[in-house]
């Protein structure tokens, strides 16, 4: 086989083969350098990571005049140099107002009218607020509840209800744990799920592909060894999910299904029939454990999540991480229903499994064999042995309120009319349309897609604009990442090797988030110029 197009190489053949065993972000890491130093001098322009280029201000702003305000109230009981001491809530929400700006400051406002919605709408104590939210914002305290502030939990589902559980009306039967971001969320679940023997070495566990990378990565550690059964989607499909792939789901000896919906790569809403679908094989399968991270429920229009169809066998992730521009602030969340398949799995699981676990939890609780699955995830996240201290931070837990509330105040309608989603949509749609147009390369135009990532499958667009022969050409005589490394090596691009998400080689992911937006027309011309450098050569040789 070939290594290349033409010009200087960095790998050969071996090379090559060796770096396709790596992560999807392994091979775009490795393709960073050549980017940056890449032969035509062009802009370096990294289009493989998920990371907005975008933040929401609001909250930002607001959570800063909570610590102003926080280390001026300390002052009060201690003051000794850059010393202060605590904070006395006796009144505290009726100072906050007084310090606060409202006619000067947007932020100030929005404080304000967060505290009485969080009175008037959610039935929340005013004073109980503001002191958990300027607590929480200067880090005085460990959590407590160690698993979810009490006034943020109610504040997050009820965001969570109008982005996710709709007309379910979930809020007030959901449970919250608050995670370091929704990376922390898997991690924690796959690990609760194996010490607490619902998932064990061998069990089949479906997951929908193609999917975020490390939902296929984690199954298949040591510590797990669990086996896969895949349910595809296909790009001739618009990469929605048929129905006869979910009715997989209807055999009893698969234990779990892992679902990331909206989907990553392929950035498409579990549509109606899929919904349904799901339902059906829940019900032949009632034992099912899914797992539904929803990061990107937000970029669709109506969007509906798989825990308001099914909320007893969903446990749903959550992160506000791509819609509010925060990853390095790492704020997701677990959300499980109050009756859930979980606990009643754990309850049925036999004697030496049960005396095992009740002795595993009964350090930290009085009756551990009553100790709901969510709780166990708390106490797993640290060893058990630290549970005391355990659970997100408190500034932490505070940013997921404050964004939360930045929502709750200004949609109407579940959310369609909140200006910042409606802006978010906006700009990943104007990205999408910039990258297809240059790169000719189709469009999907449905509700169901998010437009946070493309997936451009190279051997198709070969043959759309030179024909099945060259196509033939590029399959045969290269690695599936040649045209990859190529790109950045000598055009300055960097975008991810769909193979590692589980599509087929040559499929290529575009993420929409995180350059300028006319870059992403820049990207489509070198895309294209890259493809006639290969093209001429195949005319050379043939």
Not at 164 to 176: G, I, W
Not at 244 to 251: H, S, T
Not at 255 to 276: C, M, Q, R
Not at 404 to 423: A, E, F, R, V, W
């Amino acid at each position: 086989r070939s290594n290349s197009s033409k010009g200087a190489q960095k790998m050969d053949n071996s090379e090559e083969k060796k770096l396709e065993a790596l992560g999807a972000f392994e091979i775009s890491r490795k393709m960073l350098a050549l980017a940056q130093k890449n032969e035509k001098s062009n802009i370096f322009l990294n289009a493989g990571r998920g990371n907005p280029n975008w933040i929401q201000t609001l909250a930002r702003l607001a959570f800063v005049r909570l610590v102003q305000f926080g280390v001026t109230e300390s002052k009060l009981t201690i003051n000794n140099g850059i010393m202060a001491g605590y904070i006395n809530t006796d009144g505290i929400r009726e100072r906050l107002f007084a310090f606060l700006d409202p006619d000067k400051n947007d932020e100030d406002k929005f404080l304000i009218d967060a505290v009485n919605y969080c009175h008037t709408e959610l039935g929340l104590n005013r004073d109980k607020v503001v002191a958990e939210w300027v607590n929480g914002a200067v880090a005085n305290n460990y959590p407590v509840p160690d698993r979810c502030l009490v006034n943020t939990e109610k504040i997050i589902n009820y965001f969570l209800q109008e982005l996710s559980y709709k007309d379910a009306n979930l809020a007030d039967q959901t449970d919250l744990f608050p995670t370091e971001g929704g990376t922390a969320a898997i991690v924690y679940a796959f690990h609760s799920l194996a010490e607490n023997h619902l998932l064990k070495k061998g069990d089949k566990i479906a997951i929908n592909e193609p999917i975020f990378t490390p939902y296929l990565r984690i199954p298949e550690l040591k510590d797990y060894e669990l086996v896969e059964v895949d349910l595809h989607s296909y790009e001739k499909n618009d990469w929605e999910i048929e129905p006869n792939e979910i009715e997989k789901l209807k055999d009893p000896s698969i234990k779990a299904l892992i679902v990331v919906n909206p989907t990553n790569p392929t950035s498409k809403e579990f549509d109606t029939n899929a919904l349904n679908a799901i339902k059906q094989a829940v019900e032949k399968n009632p034992k099912l454990m899914i797992i539904s991270d929803e990061v990107y429920g937000a970029f669709v229009p109506n969007f509906k999540s798989i825990y308001s169809i099914v909320p007893y066998n969903t446990m749903l992730v959550y992160s506000y991480s791509k819609l509010f521009g925060c990853t390095g602030w790492r704020l997701g969340v677990i959300a499980l229903n109050e009756k859930n398949v979980f606990d009643d799995n754990i309850a049925h699981l036999d004697k030496v499994e049960l005396q095992q676990l009740h002795k595993r939890y009964s350090s930290v609780v009085l009756d551990p064999d009553k100790m709901k699955f969510i709780d166990r995830l708390c106490a797993d996240s640290r060893s058990i042995g630290l549970y005391h201290t355990a659970g997100l931070s408190t500034p932490q837990q505070i940013m997921e309120a404050l964004f939360s509330m930045t929502h709750l105040l200004t949609s109407t309608n579940g959310g369609s009319d909140d200006p910042y989603i409606d802006i978010a949509r906006k700009l990943v749609s104007e990205r999408y349309d910039q990258l297809h147009d240059a790169m000719q390369a189709p469009k999907d135009e449905t509700d169901t897609n998010t437009h946070y990532y493309s997936l451009i499958d190279i051997y198709r667009l070969a043959e759309k604009i030179y024909g099945k022969e060259f196509r033939d050409y590029l399959t045969n005589n290269f690695e599936q990442v040649d045209f990859l490394l190529k790109l950045a090596e000598k055009n300055g691009v960097v975008l991810v090797d769909g193979v590692g998400f589980g599509a087929k080689p040559g499929e290529l992911r575009v993420s929409q988030a995180n350059l300028p937006t006319e870059d992403y027309a820049l990207i489509g011309k070198q895309v294209l110029e890259l493809l006639k450098e290969y093209y001429e050569e195949f005319k050379q040789n043939n």
